[in-house]
């Protein structure tokens, strides 16, 4: 099975920057759809950005576009997350997740694996 693990979450000012790091394991196909998905309290859980593992395409929902940069080094099986810009509706617990076969279907149904979270706080 896939293992995932969050880091780099923290508190910021509105303005500010912070990198959030997903280390991967156990893989055993060759293309996964991985990114975060977040949950504000009082909120449902939402997607906020995601990558294909293989090609490297990317989605981002037009509230982050600009804001925030997904990327991958393969050598370290990690995703990262770099938001500029934050603003305090980013404010969440912030899960990475990963799916098989790439980014065609973005429901948190679909994401078979989870990390255990990490919070972003903005003020």
């Known amino acids: 099975d896939v293992q995932l693990v969050e880091s780099g979450g923290g508190s910021v000012q509105a303005g500010g920057s912070l990198r959030l790091s997903c280390a991967a394991s156990?893989?055993?196909?060759?293309?996964?759809?991985m990114g975060w998905f977040r949950q504000a309290p009082g909120k449902e859980r939402e997607g906020v950005v995601f990558i294909n593992t293989r090609g490297g395409t990317t989605v981002y929902p037009d509230s982050v576009k600009g804001r925030f940069t997904i990327s991958q080094d393969n050598a370290k099986n990690t995703v990262y997350l770099q938001m500029n810009s934050l603003k305090p509706e980013d404010t969440g617990m912030y899960y990475c997740?990963?799916?098989?076969?790439?980014?065609?279907?973005?429901?948190?149904?679909?994401?078979?694996?989870w990390g255990q979270g990490t919070q972003v706080t903005v003020s």
């Open positions: 997740a990963a799916r098989r076969d790439g980014c065609y279907s973005l429901r948190m149904a679909d994401f078979a694996y």
């Open positions: 156990g893989y055993t196909y060759s293309t996964y759809c």
